[in-house]
DNA sequence: CACCAATAGTGATGCAGGTCACATGCAGTA
DNA sequence: TACTGCATGTGACCTGCATCACTATTGGTG
């Protein structure tokens, strides 16, 4: 039984029936690669626990992160490629332990029209995701990388529940699409503006963040 | 009766009468705003003739070309806004003579679920959406401006079916959220480059364009 | 024609951020 | 302890683009 929260009031109870009886529960570990490049997609995830990073890369290989994914929220590009047997545009990694409810394709179109409340969870995910994309490319269009940055950090913050964040310039300058000496730089000034502390594979972030 | 091409192969025939009764033909001139930021949209959009941009705002007013919608296309956030009664997140302007089909809120969930080819449709117009936005993600965050510059030409001529694109430097600088003299001299450059030449209100494309 | 507004061309200057090079420091392991 | 690999700090330099300032050209209107 998935106790997850928010998913008894998000879906109607017989329709929570069928998720338990169709759905299939996974699990995956930091790093893990949950979808790639390429692949059909077969299962639509919905998250139980968690957090997963959805990235996009371009033709030379760079990636950049398009959005994260959290408990109860569920990729609608996953969903459209899977109505429509395509290949993934995007990849899906875990950031941390992550368990998951792995749909089968055949039951996403039954339920469409037999729970609404299945109907609108599509929809809503559908514009969330839209909405995710659009921000994404106000940030990167309008703003400097410093706010860009500070955004990086609060979205970490919020997504772990901590003001400490474990997780090294490299690593966020692979998230931006930028170099790490350039981030280093900006850590570096955040911390002698005093709102943040930099530590070994760990910033803390400090009152008015 | 509707006359655009793809139309008929596109929807199932029972479907093409209903969007036939229901659908409510609207004309838009050049520059008419067809849908704009916060306005709630009571009405889903299937382009019929014409070319419509979507344009998204940031806080500080400035805004950004998003993509072009064409014939037989439609806007999903449009959709997805129409059936969660949601405010526009986007602008909508109509690119010289627009004809439409304006699909009433009501018709577009009884549809879902009583023809197929209308899910079909609703998805693919999901997918081919979010697969404008990453690549306006991946244009805007990977490649330089005389590239995007290019790509934005080529989708023009792409629309227009014509070498000659009629647009000041200003709308384009404004089209691609940048400002007019750095276009002009990135057009100043193809045309030293002997890919372009430039007229007053007008951009004619040679060869290996 | 004379005037004005819109459009376009171009030099000068400044800054953000990308890139290179190298130093430093920390942590695990032989 | 000495070695190795990863993470970080920092100076030097360069490029792309934004911005300002000004000029030149064109088309439309009184």
Redesign the interface.
């Known amino acids: 039984m998935i106790n997850a929260p928010g998913f008894a009031s998000t879906f109607e109870p017989a329709l929570l029936d069928e998720i338990h009886e169709y759905g299939e529960i996974r699990y995956f570990g930091e790093g893990d690669i949950i979808m790639d490049y390429g692949k059909y997609i077969r299962m639509m995830p919905i998250i139980v626990k968690g957090t997963i990073k959805v990235l ?1 890369m ?1 033709e ?1 290989g ?1 990636e ?1 992160l ?1 959005y994260y994914l959290s408990s109860n929220e569920s990729c ?2 996953a969903y ?2 899977c ?2 047997a ?1 290949r993934s ?2 990849k899906a990694i875990a950031e941390g332990d992550v368990e998951l409810i792995a749909i089968p394709h055949s039951k996403l ?1 039954e339920w ?2 037999k729970y609404p409340s299945w ?2 969870y599509i ?2 995910s ?2 969330e ?3 995710e ?2 921000k ?3 940030s ?3 703003h400097k990388l410093d706010e860009r940055l500070i955004s990086y950090l609060k979205e970490k913050k919020r997504l772990s529940g901590s003001s400490i964040i474990r997780v090294s310039h490299y690593a966020i300058a692979d998230d931006m ?1 930028t170099s790490r000496v350039v981030i280093s730089r900006l850590l570096k000034q955040l911390e002698n503006d005093g709102r943040i502390l930099l530590y070994r594979n760990e910033i803390k972030l400090l009152k008015d963040f």
């Open positions: 996009r371009d030379s760079k950049i398009l609608s590009m459209s490629c109505v429509q395509k545009e995007v179109d469409l029209c109907k609108n929809m809503r559908f514009s995701r839209f909405l994309l659009l994404s490319i106000e990167i269009a309008f699409a």
